[in-house]
């Protein structure tokens, strides 16, 4: 148990903590996500997305027609593009903080280790603080590990336990954004006589949540028995 954990459970977390760790965790799950009233409490929505460029214009007749692609634009290389790219994160990261700072201030990552923890670390090894960077990985790839980073700074969690999240979340990392995005259209597949694929969006997602539990748990033991042989040497 770390210092932050003794800590946590020696004090009492209040009423108005657990009200910040249920605000958290709708706001980074994508529950409220989408053009709604309601859209004003997710993560993604108020990110929203840079507009768009004129990227080719062409003359048919007496029209003239004009094409239009993303902030970076198209054809695109070297340094200056990957500028661009960065450019399109900072937000993300800079909002993702600052809200994980609002809800720490009001008592959520107390109570996140206090009601999670007994979950997350026998199932990972990992403290319950983690929760909000974890639900927020499942949105955000940017986000999720800005918060690690953060909760690494802070001393809310050690290295080893850094590099078990960190390998939770490389693996199909901001798993509901990007598969619903785009993995979710190989569902609507045919085989030739017309079946489709034998699977559902369910059964998808928690394929890859198993498997994520799975790779953090081969980095877990790996750190284990790493310890273990050099205590032994």
Known sequence: MS????????????????????????????????????????????????GKVITNVTLNGDVLKTSTGMFRGVGGSGAIDGFCFALTLVPTVMFALAMITVCDHYGALAAARQLLTPILRPLMGIPGSCSLALIASLQSTDGGAALTRQLLDK?????????????FQLSADA??????????????LTDSAGNTVPASIALCLGIMLVMKVFGANVIRFLKIFSAKKKKAA
């Open 155 to 167: 001393g809310e969690i050690t290295e080893d336990e850094a590099d078990v999240f960190a390998m």
């Open 175 to 188: 798993t509901i954004t990007n598969f619903l995005g785009a993995g979710v259209v190989l569902l609507s």
């Open 3 to 50: 210092e932050q954990e003794k800590k946590t459970t020696e004090e009492k977390v209040g009423i108005g903590g657990y009200i910040a760790l249920v605000f958290a965790i709708v706001f980074f799950s994508g529950v409220c996500a989408g053009n709604h009233w309601w859209g004003i409490f997710d993560f993604s929505t108020l990110n929203g997305a840079f």
